[in-house]
């Protein structure tokens, strides 16, 4: 049974930071892409970072740029997303996804396995 985990969510105040985990089981991770999306109240999806199999490639969406960081540790089957300088308007699900062998950006079908998400609330 394949199982993608997010843990790390929150509550926080406007500049504070979270990392979030994703956490795989049931597949052989290291073959698979892992992607971040997010989803704001009453917003549609959105795609926030990814990073490829081997963690040699990773890419951002521009509103998190600079702010996000995407890494992975495959030793322990789980992608992290550290969130720096979050504001209100990050309020939302966020979401793990694995690719296998997958473009690490937003191009990827991303229709292999997704987490059950996590909320992340900033207030302001």
């Known amino acids: 049974q394949v199982q993608l985990v997010e843990s790390g969510g929150g509550s926080v105040q406007a500049g504070g930071s979270l990392r979030l985990s994703c956490t795989a089981s049931?597949?052989?991770?290291?073959?698979?892409?892992v992607g971040w999306f997010r989803r704001p109240p009453g917003k549609g999806r959105e795609f926030l970072a990814a990073?490829?199999?081997?963690?040699?490639?990773?890419h951002y969406g521009e509103s998190v740029k600079g702010r996000f960081t995407i890494s992975r540790d495959n030793a322990v089957n789980t992608v992290f997303l550290e969130m720096s300088s979050l504001k209100p308007e990050d309020t939302a699900v966020y979401y793990c996804?694995?690719?296998?062998?997958?473009?690490?950006?937003?191009?990827?079908?991303?229709?292999?396995?997704w987490g059950q998400g996590t909320q992340v609330t900033v207030s302001s």
């Open positions: 996804a694995a690719e296998e062998w997958g473009t690490p950006d937003v191009s990827a079908p991303w229709d292999d396995y």
């Open positions: 990073i490829r199999w081997d963690g040699a490639t990773a």
């Open positions: 049931g597949i052989t991770f290291s073959s698979y892409t």
